[in-house]
């Protein structure tokens, strides 16, 4: 009352009295949050790797992890072989040869790819990006006049090889022409969080549903590598180092004997047949059939065929290749501890990996390759992000490529084993994706609506693709141009292409000038040009002094 009164009194005398006493100032409002936890800031480099691009466990260590990367990707490998070998009228022996070739050529193309291309630590492991194209050819030739089963396969593998070596230049083309880097100068990280989730997120059809077709196998496989890799490291010190590097290793030797003694003991003598080939150690025949030492050569099945109208659906699925590498090249790097790879890096990763579908046009592969999404989870989840490791790992692709017989005895882990941990490694490639947001707005309308309509169309259109698609490859699109249809029905059932796509047009048309720091554009430019950061000599440059001798505009 009394400040009141002295208010009005010294209003009615004209202020001429003192001024009242200072109030000590207020404290600056603390931000949003802060008062119940601590904030994190972004950062560029994840800092609890173990080892990052540049540094190496030993030499014993380096080996098992490398054979740890074989594995999980002779899933992929094995899977592709499983799908389209039947259907080309192939044998187990032609299946094993076929396993061989995709085997080497994805050894050859990672040392390529980790030396010449982007030199991340990516395994290149054959792409199902190219089932449609391969199923169409295999669908335009089973009408035709064949002695035997296998010759039509081998006709058929010559037909997809010559599509294979065609198209392959036009990733050579669009990289080495560096149109495909240019391209990447229009994603912001609004663009390229969806394109890594999806890249991981978009492969749910691989995981679970998989483990589903034996259960009994997959789920305990599941549950055994989540315990033993996450809760039980923490049980001993010694125990932590071994279980998150090699507890991958351990869970597959044990349920992969589970599987086997179900096998001998009977488990599945009068099951239906899908139930027998999923969950049977014994049911792929590789053993028996697969030479004990085969070096695969150029044309190893004859003369390449060349057909206007296979090369165009080939076209189609080279494109999806370079852009689910592009989303697998950006998390691998934040998973080595390296900075994003600029655009000059990109656009000659991709030329390389057209080199790299030419020479497996060349050596008999019965598709491309693309970065393996679930090698680079596999950084993810033991913490090793070295480049060593990978290029060792390239040495078991392609000795165990020579040497059928012990490829073959690996090759015979049941797929829902596999599948078990694609729910694992391609979870952790999702939310690395995740990760790209920090470094943007995450609280403006504007980029909350350009994510949520990419990841949802990103999954949401490849998905009626994908259940519109019949068993010999015919997609939704059904015009009289069978080569059109082909390009647009494997565009479209790519998760990564389509979020790439509405990604980017929306987000560079959508109030794009007036909310270049909401995007986090300017974080991202300098990582895009070669000098732009100092760091990006540090992980992307040439090894030795090859930079001398290359023109400056291929580097």
Same mark, same amino acid.
């Given at each position: ?6 208010? +009005? ?73 499983? $799908? ?16 061989? %070739? ?37 669908? +335009?030739? %089973? ?56 890249? &991981? ?9 998989? $483990? ?69 150690? +014994? =049911? %792929? ?21 060349? =057909? ?43 030329? #390389? ?24 989870? #596999? ?55 995740? %990760? ?15 994510? &949520?309509?990419?990841?949802?169309? &990103? ?22 141009? &069978? ?14 292409? $389509? ?33 732009? +950061? ?22």
């Amino acid at each position: 009352m009394g400040e009141t009164h002295n208010h +009005d009194h010294n209003h009615n005398h004209n202020h001429n009295h003192q001024p009242p006493p200072q109030q000590a100032a207020a404290p600056p409002p603390m931000p949003l949050g802060s008062a119940r936890g601590p904030l994190f800031p972004p950062a560029e480099q994840l800092l609890q790797l173990h080892y990052c691009i540049h540094s190496n466990p030993s030499w014993p260590q380096t080996v098992l992890l490398a054979f740890q990367h074989y594995i999980v990707m002779l899933g992929t490998t094995v899977m592709i072989a499983t $799908v389209l070998v039947p259907q080309m009228g192939g044998g187990p022996g032609d299946k094993a040869r076929v396993i061989q %070739s995709l085997l080497f050529t994805s050894g050859v193309n990672t040392l390529l790819q980790t030396l010449f291309g982007t030199r991340l630590p990516t395994v290149m492991g054959p792409s199902f990006a190219y089932i449609i194209s391969a199923l169409s050819v295999v669908n +335009d030739l %089973s009408d035709g006049n064949f002695r035997s089963e296998h010759q039509r396969f081998e006709h058929t593998m010559r037909a997809i090889q010559g599509s294979l070596i065609v198209s392959s230049f036009i990733n050579i083309i669009l990289g080495y022409g560096q149109a495909w880097g240019n391209l990447t100068r229009f994603f912001s990280p609004i663009v390229i969080t969806p394109l890594v989730c999806v890249v &991981g997120l978009g492969l749910f059809g691989r995981g679970f549903p998989q $483990v589903g077709d034996c259960i009994e196998i997959g789920l305990p496989m599941l549950i055994l590598l989540v315990i033993s890799q996450q809760y039980m490291q923490r049980v001993h010190p010694v125990a932590q180092s071994i279980l998150e590097r090699f507890a991958l290793l351990l869970c597959i030797g044990l349920i992969w004997a589970f599987a086997a003694i179900l096998t001998v003991a009977g488990a599945y003598n009068h099951v239906k047949e899908r139930t027998e080939l999923s969950c049977r150690i +014994d =049911r %792929s025949f590789l053993l028996q059939s697969a030479p004990w030492i085969k070096v695969p050569y150029p044309f190893q099945w004859g003369t390449p065929i060349f =057909r206007a109208s296979s090369v165009f659906g080939m076209m189609g699925a080279a494109l999806v290749s370079a852009a689910e590498s592009t989303g697998t090249f950006y998390a691998a790097s934040r998973l080595a501890g390296a900075t994003p790879p600029p655009a000059h890096v990109v656009s000659r990763s991709i030329g #390389l990996q057209g080199l790299g579908q030419l020479f497996a046009g060349f050596f008999g592969a019965v598709v491309g390759t693309t970065a393996s999404v679930e090698n680079v989870g #596999l950084l993810g989840l033991t913490r090793v992000g070295s480049r060593r490791v990978v290029q060792i790992s390239t040495a078991f692709m392609i000795f165990f490529s020579i040497f059928g017989k012990f490829g073959a005895f690996f090759a015979s882990i049941p797929l829902p084993i596999f599948a078990a941990i694609y729910c694992i490694l391609y979870g952790i490639v999702a939310a690395i994706g995740i %990760s790209f947001i920090q470094f943007a707005n995450k609280n403006s309308m504007r980029n909350i609506y350009v994510l &949520g309509i990419s990841l949802f169309l &990103g999954i949401s259109i490849p998905q009626y693709f994908v259940m519109n698609t019949d068993i010999a490859g015919h997609g939704p699109v059904r015009t009289p141009a &069978g080569w059109f249809n082909d390009v647009l029905n494997t565009i479209f059932s790519s998760p990564p292409t $389509v979020a790439t796509i509405v990604g980017t047009f929306v987000d560079n048309t959508l109030e794009a000038r007036h909310s270049v720091d909401d995007r986090g554009v300017p974080w991202l430019v300098p990582f895009q040009r070669r000098k732009g +950061d100092s760091r990006n000599d540090e992980f992307y440059s040439y090894p030795l002094r090859i930079n001398e001798y290359i023109p400056s505009r291929f580097l």
